[in-house]
Every structure is written in C-alpha cells, then in structure tokens.
C-alpha cells in the first residue's frame, strides 16, 4: 500500500496498521497497531483486560483490572514486546493474587491483596522491569 497523506482530521473505524510517522495531536482511542514515531499529545486511553480470578494476564491490552474470587489465586504474564508497558490494578477484592511473569528483572512474584494495589511494568530486552507500584507486596 502507497504512503498516503491527510491534511485534517482522520478517523477510521479499522484502526491503523504500520509506521505513523510525524506529530499526532489530539484524542487517541482505539487501537494503533505499529511503531508510533514522532511526537503524541493529547489523551490516550489503554485497552482494557477484565479479568475475575485465576488466569494469564494478557499481553494484548495495556491495563488489567483483576477481581479476585479466592485467595492466592495465581496469574501469569507472558512475554511482551520491548517498549511494551502493562499495567495491573486490584479493582474487586474477593481474596488476594500472585502474578508470576515468565522473564522478569529482579523480583520473583507480585502479590496483589486489596483494592488499588497497583503496579506498572515495561518489557525490556531483559524481560519486565517493574517501574511502579502502590500496594503490592513484590518478593
């Protein structure tokens, strides 16, 4: 498919695919699939897993709400893509997680026990690094 170039405002209701290249102002919603380059302002919004009890964290939306139904319940994260930021938040407090992700630098597991325990990662090369966190109890 050829280079195209708009001069004005551009909505697609499909999303868009490939290398956007240049500034990107404005509301940003949906899905942008590719490398991003340039400067990006106004609001973003990440996608959303909503995921009740046990289970593997998804790679595939920016930010998980867990609601718990038992205690230690556990829940994986695979591998991501580098520059990849996921986010976990405890919304529903029916017991208490522990997220194991499969490469990790320096911890071993996150738990998760009450409403608002949070944390936020970026996969490296290295694997995910955690670069914040309220609440969560990381070994």
Known sequence: MASTTFSGPVTSTNGFIG????????????????????????DIFATNQALSGAGAVNVTDMLTSLTTTGASQALTLANGTV???KVVVHVVDGG????????KIG???????????????IYTTAGWAIVGDRGVTIA
């Open 19 to 42: 290398a956007v290249t240049g500034a990107v102002t404005g509301n940003v919603t949906g899905n942008v699939a590719g490398n991003v380059t340039g400067n990006i302002t106004g």
């Open 83 to 85: 520059g990849q930021v």
């Open 96 to 103: 208490s997680a522990v997220l194991t992700p499969t490469t």
């Open 107 to 121: 911890f071993s597991t996150i738990t998760f026990t009450a409403v608002g325990d949070a944390v936020t990662m």
